[in-house]
């Protein structure tokens, strides 16, 4: 707990110095991954470019370091922000040493001879200027043979294949010692070449090889100072990742208005006011509806019912997020929270398989439910979601059932479990430390508003055919599944706002079958001829092209022949 209270202190200071904060954002984007670095040095498999990203890294931590010594004042339980004097100074001089040496041109390279800096090595640069800078020398003793010769255009030149060379235009072939020995005939020159030039071939190529080990030799010499400094850069690692956390989890607290939770080490409790899941609130803004809730040990138990689409899954991952959030040390999506200290969170939510080790989903539902069962204890946070739905409803309802008494009785964790078993409300309201909670939806002519409001009260309604119909299901199933519903609330009794248990099997009759009563007959319902016929003539007129009279003329015509057929149907 003292952890805990430690990391909000730091996020409340901070964000109540945005000016810090905002300097330690922009300072840390410079940070590399330091550990990574520090595994391709242990893999000799480390780059120039990963030791001056951790040399830019130790010049991030340098100047941060100056500006937190007022955060450093701040009591902080097992939250160290501050590195050893020897591991200070260790990574400053190797900052320094990677600075000086290691050339940070793009490009940069140990086969191209420029990996280390100009001025870092004197044999270094003596070498680097004999194989990359050796045009003075060439000039030298071209001007030294044209004098010998006296051939003004007498040239020096190199290739690939021939290296260096002299090369005269055949009319000043005559004039050529015998010094020179005759290395290429052309159509238009000879080339030529002699002792003291193929002695300069191989000072030039020995420098690039002499350059090439050196350079290699330096740079291992740092990386092997990394090596050494080893311990410091994992530290350092520890401690800008530590305010990284800080930094972050204060700015998504400023930018989503989270808010500091109370924290009882020793109370079983979640009390949030004002919840609201961060992510979804991020897309809707303002159009997000917040969540209250009471979980407490005197009441550990919410059953979730109503409807899909509602939102009871929404709120279940909102309280869990608020749980995890608190317990990291972070401000959370709230109002206001006052919530215990969880040693787990269980969550079975959503619907997924596992083909390859023959799992159906029920199996996976069934499977996490039991590591639920076996692990969770009554200082842990369950949520659930409609287990059981996997199955035929007598065994989905009958595990659901048990289960609830199982949390409720056995177990007694924080649990919030939702269901469209409307069976088990009139068991939770049996139950002393379980409550009943639905959000709220608005029916009103045949549609249904959602009004995501999470209340203490229940529903018996789901309204699964209305979200049918918002998903595009067609009007003839939509219809025939209208009348089947009708026919169960008529044969198992509705009045009461119970509901019974039902098979999944519906004869072709349209006879349902009962869990808890005998066999009911019920007839189909049959459309009489006269309202077929008129629906025919419903979706035959072309409204959109009809003037008003037209209209009010089609539909007195409409009225004449209902009330016609009506009169005739009463009549027989």
């Known amino acids: ?200 071939e191989k000072e030039v190529i020995a420098a690039e090889e002499k350059l090439e080990k050196l350079e290699r030799s330096i740079f291992s010499d740092i990386v092997g100072s990394v090596k050494e400094n080893r311990e410091a850069i994992l530290s350092l690692s520890k401690l800008l990742a530590l305010l990284d956390i800080f930094q972050s989890l204060t700015h998504v607290a400023l930018q989503e208005d989270f808010t500091r939770p109370k924290i009882y080490p020793n109370k079983q409790i979640q009390k949030v006011k004002g919840g609201f899941h961060p992510i979804i609130k991020a897309g809707l803004r303002d159009g997000f509806i917040c969540h209250d809730l009471n979980l407490s040990s005197d009441c550990h138990f919410g059953l979730i019912t109503g409807p899909n689409m509602a939102g009871k899954t929404t709120v279940m991952r909102e309280m869990s997020i608020i749980q995890f959030l608190a317990q990291i040390g972070s401000y959370v999506p709230a109002d206001s929270a006052e919530l215990g200290i969880c040693d787990a969170l269980y969550s079975r939510l959503g619907a997924s398989d ?113 979200v049918a119909k918002l998903a595009g299901i067609p009007n003839d199933v939509l219809l025939r599944s209208s009348e089947i519903l009708s026919q169960m609330e008529k044969a198992h009794g509705r009045s009461d706002g119970s509901q019974t248990v039902y098979r999944e099997e519906l004869s072709p009759e349209g006879i349902q079958l009962s869990f808890l009563e005998q066999e009911v007959s019920q007839p189909k319902v049959i459309v009489p001829a006269y309202l077929l016929e008129l629906e025919d003539t419903i979706k035959e007129m072309d409204v959109l092209n009809m003037t008003p009279i037209e209209a009010l003329q089609k539909l007195h015509y409409l009225k004449k022949q209902l009330t016609g057929f009506e009169e005739s149907f009463a009549f027989h």
């Not at 391709?40 to 470019?49: E, F, L, N, R, Y």
């Open 354 to 466: 596992n083909i390859l080790e023959g799992q159906s989903t029920f199996m996976v539902e069934m499977a996490e439910t039991a590591e639920i069962l076996r692990h969770a204890t009554s200082r842990s946070l369950i949520v659930l979601d409609e287990v059981g739905r996997g199955t035929s409803t007598y065994d989905g309802l009958s595990i659901a059932w048990s289960l609830v008494e199982c949390f409720v009785r056995k177990t007694k964790a924080l649990t919030l479990f939702s269901t469209h078993y409307h069976e088990l409300i009139e068991l939770v309201e049996n139950l002393e430390s379980a409550k009943n909670l639905t959000v709220e939806t608005l029916e009103q002519n045949g549609d249904v508003e959602f009004l995501y409001r999470l209340v203490e009260k229940s529903t018996d309604q789901s309204f699964g055919i209305y």
């Open 1 to 200: 707990i003292k952890e805990i209270t430690s990391r909000q202190s730091v996020v409340e200071f901070l964000s109540t110095n945005e000016a810090l904060q905002d300097y330690l954002r922009d300072e840390l984007s410079n940070v590399r991954d330091l550990e990574r670095i520090m595994a391709k040095v242990s893999t000799k498999k480390v780059t120039a470019s990963d030791l001056i990203n951790l040399s830019k890294s130790v010049s991030s931590y340098t100047a941060i370091d100056k500006k937190i010594s007022s955060l450093k004042k701040l009591s902080l339980e097992n939250l160290e922000l501050e590195l050893t004097k020897p591991h200070k100074s260790g990574l400053l001089k190797l900052s320094a040493t990677i600075d000086e040496t290691i050339n940070d041109e793009i490009g940069a390279a140990l086969e191209k001879g420029n990996l280390i800096r100009k001025g870092a090595n004197k044999k270094r640069d003596r070498l680097a200027r004999l194989s990359q800078n050796c045009s003075s020398e060439i000039l030298n003793l071209e001007e030294k043979y044209r004098k010998k010769t006296g051939i003004s255009k007498l040239k020096i030149k190199h290739n690939g294949v021939n290296g260096y060379f002299i090369e005269v235009s055949k009319t000043q072939t005559s004039k050529i010692p015998n010094s020179f020995d005759r290395r290429q005939t052309l159509v238009n020159s000879e080339r030529y070449i002699t002792k003291e030039l193929l002695e300069f």
